[in-house]
Structure formats: C-alpha cells, structure tokens
C-alpha cells in the first residue's frame, strides 16, 4: 500500500478552477499560478515537482502555449557553492507547465526561482527550508503517520480496500509454507520480508529477473519512511494466480494484474514504479514527458488510420493487407515477423519501430481487443 500512497502523491496538484480563454494577449507575471508538492521540503519524491499556470493581465487563463521557453526556472542551495540539481521545464500546450528537479545531493535549504523576461512569477522566489533530502538518501520519517500527512495521501484507496476486504486476517506462518507449495514450483514468486526498515527476500520459481522492480520500491520507500514489520508474497508474472470461487481459504498475494476473476491484490505495474524512479534518469518516457509531447494541435494532426506491431495475429496480417488496399485510409505495417511467414508482395517490406511521442502525431489509432 506504501508504494501505492508513493504513487498517488505524484498526481497531487488539480488546476485550479478559473475562467478559460486563449489568445494573443499578454502574459502577467503578477498573476500566472504557482502551485505543487516540489515547493514543499518535506515531500521527498525520486524527481519533485510543481506547475505554473499561465494568466494574462485580464486574468484569464491560457488554454493553448504562451511559449515553450515563456519561464525560467533556477534552483540553487544558497549555503552551498555549487548546486546539484537537474531541472526540466515541460510545455503542455495547454497554457500550464509542469517543472520537475531532480537533486543529487541534500541539501539546508534550496531557492526556486520562477521568472518570465527577468520578472518573478507569482511569489517568486521559493525558499524550502530543510533539511531537503534526495532520492537516494537514506533519511526516513521515523514516523510513518507523519510521512502519509506530509505526503498528501489518500487515507483510503477504494481498489486496494476492495482487494485486501478478501483477507481480514493473515497468518504469517501459515502462507508461508501453503504459497510456495501452491504455487513456487510453476510460477515466479518472491516472499518479501520488512523487518526493522531493512528488507529480505526469498524468491521461488525459475525466472524472478522482475523482483529488481520490486525492489527498487521497497528500497525507496525504507529511505523515505519506517516501514512497519510486515511480510508478503508478489507475483512476478503476467497474470494473476488466486483463483478460487470459494472465499475460503484464498492466499493473498500482490500482484501487478488482475482480473474480476481473481483475488489477487493489484498493485500498480513495474513499468509504472520504474518509471516514477528513474526520472530525469535512465527512463524518458513517464507519465509527465507524455504530457509534453502530445504532438501538434488536433486540426494538425495525420487523420489516416495508424497502427504499428508485430504478427502476433493472423488478424493483424489482414489489417495490414487492408492498409496495401485502402493506403489513404490506414496506415498498418508490422515490425517484425515471428510466427507467420514473410510474404513481402502480401504484406510489404517489414517497417521500423517509432517513437512513442510519434504515435501523438495521428489523431486514430488502431487497437485489437481480441478474446
């Protein structure tokens, strides 16, 4: 559940209600909306944020870009000579901005400077005053009550409540040896243990490479806050495992899917919490670089049909045959082939792979639900 409050403290920051307009008017430093939990020293996130909202000297509200470059963002750590932050300023071309900084070094206190044309926005600048902890110090909240308050967390999260309802009570000892003889032999499980903030693993199964996303969470979290004493398993495969009809005798197990079939207890994806890591790292495609390339304006955007995949599906072959027939109207190529036969004169040449952000340069996109 700790991992799931870290998550749901990454969505924190509704644009406030105000009247809408867009236009070639003036942008008012006075005015523009600054708002967001990285203006807060105490809310500690692998990559912290904030939004500006810009507003025009009427007091309206931007709804399309006043400029990919209308705002400047400077984070410095006055008590220190040299400042090791990372920042990144995203364009939702929507007349808002997201800010996110990565630090890489703690630090007393830090000062956030928010200027259009050398003027300060809103109430700019932003002192935090520390101690401002980075993602990788190892600095907990001793208290972890205290942690979910200053994190803004929902005190209940209906999906897990529901999921968890199927279990009010556990014992430890006894899923710990019903589990792995249940399941360790054919699936791919990892038995965690929280014991004094530290966490212990064993794992069952042939291919647990997948555990290192759940351990990348649970590290995080124990340098964040004091995890209480706990155990539990996760499953580290693609469906779920707790089956039963019955509601006797169920095994709870955290699982990354599941299904109005099952009884596992979801928890959100690994690319997700990866994702939500590595920001401003390793990773460059999470949920708010999305938001800054959505692609040009709707009347821009390429109206023909678009998909892209492997031949995973003979359906997807006839897709693609119907693309060579109808070009004006879908635009469907395949990647790679790996369970047909390559007929070149049927299905064409095989295609690059696109960026991600390309796929927002089309207004439809194909997708196959098939059952």
Not at 99 to 116: C, D, P
Not at 153 to 167: V, W
Request: proline share 6%; with cysteine.
């Amino acid at each position: 559940m700790f991992s799931i409050w870290l998550l749901r403290g990454l969505l924190l920051g509704a644009i406030p209600v105000r009247s809408v307009w867009g236009g070639g008017s003036q942008l008012s430093p006075e005015s523009s909306l600054i708002w967001g939990p990285g203006l807060r020293a105490d809310v500690v996130l692998p990559a912290r944020y904030f939004y500006i909202q810009a507003v025009d000297t009427a007091g309206r509200r931007f709804t399309s870009s006043p400029g990919e470059n209308a705002f400047q963002v400077k984070i410095t750590a006055p008590d220190e000579q040299f400042t090791r932050v990372g920042v990144q300023v995203l364009d939702r071309k929507d007349g808002s901005f997201v800010v996110r900084y990565r630090m890489y070094a703690s630090y007393k206190n830090i000062r956030i400077e928010v200027k259009t044309k050398d003027n300060h926005v809103a109430k700019s600048p932003y002192i935090l005053k520390g101690p401002v902890y980075h993602e990788n110090c190892d600095c907990p909240q001793e208290d972890s009550k205290v942690w979910v308050e200053e994190m803004s967390c929902s005190h209940t999260i209906p999906q897990i409540q529901k999921d968890l309802a199927n279990f009010p009570t556990v014992d430890p000892d006894k899923i710990a040896k019903e589990i792995p003889e249940r399941f360790g032999q054919r699936q791919s499980l990892c038995h965690y243990t929280i014991k004094d903030n530290k966490v212990y693993i064993k794992t069952y199964g042939e291919h647990v490479g997948f555990r290192i996303f759940m351990d990348a969470i649970l590290l995080s979290l124990t340098r964040k806050v004091t995890m209480p004493d706990v155990e539990f398993f996760v499953n580290l495969g693609d469906w779920p495992l707790e089956k039963k009809k019955t509601t006797q005798n169920l095994h709870p197990i955290f699982s990354w899917c599941g299904s109005t079939e099952s009884k596992d207890i979801v928890m959100p994806t690994y690319d997700l919490t990866d994702s939500v890591l590595e920001t401003m790292g390793r990773v460059s495609l999470d949920m708010m670089s999305v938001q800054a390339n959505t692609g040009p304006p709707w009347e821009e955007k390429n109206s023909t049909a678009f998909w892209r995949g492997r031949d995973s599906r003979k359906e997807r072959l006839e897709l693609v045959k119907l693309s060579r027939r109808y070009p004006d109207i879908i635009d469907a190529a395949l990647t790679n082939f790996f369970f047909f036969k390559h007929d070149e004169s049927l299905y064409g040449p095989i295609v690059k792979h696109i960026s991600f952000f390309d796929f927002f340069k089309v207004r439809h996109q194909l997708l196959f639900i098939l059952f």
